[in-house]
């Protein structure tokens, strides 16, 4: 497949009957997925801060873009991905290719470059994302480039550069080109379920003035619902015996998973132990509200262990019960199940050794 940026191949460049416009962009950011970033202008050596740039955590700022128009022969365009997000790439591209009923972005044949080519390499000599443009488009490569399109602000981030490619450059509005990454400028959504996840309505109508037809998409993504919390408690049955009377005990809870999906740690649909009382108002013990499995996921009919520690009760009763309930978190909110206790039954206190009597000598005068 030909590739732009190659005078031999003239041709495939973007832009062949238009004059090609700079589009260079990086990224600044503190992102979930990829640390604080270089910001650059038109090129990698140019830093052209945008004016009123904020350093609110949750947006991402960029630098200049040049203008629009640019674009690609036909609407079937092939890209390759180098980078180490391609769970996170394929998902801006199934967004992109909702967008509109003309634009199709597919992967080129194996071995071989894209026309857009997707690449982790560093042209900033600093963390940044990058278009130049001559059909690469460059992401973060340093910190913890976590691979979760379920991060809105780390998608959006590769649907923005996508566009950049694409021939789009940098609006204000309601818009995922806009300076800053997040969605800052939309309004409220009050669909239930519902966030902004990649090009919106005015940028699919921006790729259909380039190349022809008509806009299919809200912008909009719907996290999971959530799923009943279901479970079967294995273990402990009966009351655990604590080793001693004085100190606190590790009780490990066992429960088999029988809701609708796999529980995953940090994902949709996140495990957890919340401590209530008999009658499901959530109650801390031992100053903890809960606690997580040690498995990272747990499939469907597949055990958790959940490691609950009960605090000593200082004083009779001897056997203490802790209420607990499975919790399952998602992006959309939670579901809870049913109540059940855990029961420890620790030792009473030895008695208190009788005096020994004193010698004769030592008695009563």
Known sequence: MRRPGDPSRDSARPGRHVRALAAGIAVTATLGAWPAAALAGDGPGRPVPPAGASAAASHAEHGSAGGSGTRWRGTRITYSNAS??????????????????????????????????????????RPCAYYPPDGRVFLPTRGPAVDRPEDDLALSLVVHELGHALGLAHR??????????????????????SYRCGPQ???????????????????????????????????????????????????????????AVAWSRGLN?????????????????????????????????????????VCAPGAPPATVTVFA??????????????????????????PEPAPEPLPGEFGPA
């Open 325 to 350: 309930r499975l919790t399952l978190e998602t992006l959309g909110g939670t579901s809870r199940g049913p109540v059940f206790p855990v029961r420890v039954a620790f030792p009473p206190h030895p």
């Open 84 to 125: 180490r997000v391609p769970r996170t790439v394929r998902e801006a591209v199934r967004l992109w290719n909702r967008a509109t009923t003309s634009v199709r972005l597919v992967p080129a044949p194996a071995g071989r470059r894209g026309q857009i080519h997707i690449t982790g390499a560093d042209p900033c000599g």
């Open 269 to 309: 649909h996140t495990p957890r132990l919340e401590f209530t009382d008999a009658r499901g108002r959530v109650r801390p013990h031992c100053g903890a509200t809960g606690v997580e499995p040690i498995q990272q996921r747990t499939a469907r009919r597949s055990v958790a262990s959940f490691p609950v520690f």
């Open 201 to 259: 309505r005015v940028d699919a109508a921006a790729i259909a003035r380039l190349y022809g037809g008509r806009v299919r998409t809200d912008g909009l993504c719907r996290h999971p619902a959530p799923r009943p919390a279901r479970a079967v408690v294995l273990a402990p049955r009966e009351a655990v015996p604590a080793d001693g009377p004085d100190f606190g005990q590790t009780v490990t809870v066992r429960l088999r998973n029988t809701s």
């Open 172 to 193: 204000s509005g309601c818009s995922v080109m806009t300076t800053y990454v997040g969605f800052a400028e939309c309004p409220p959504l009050r669909r239930r379920y």
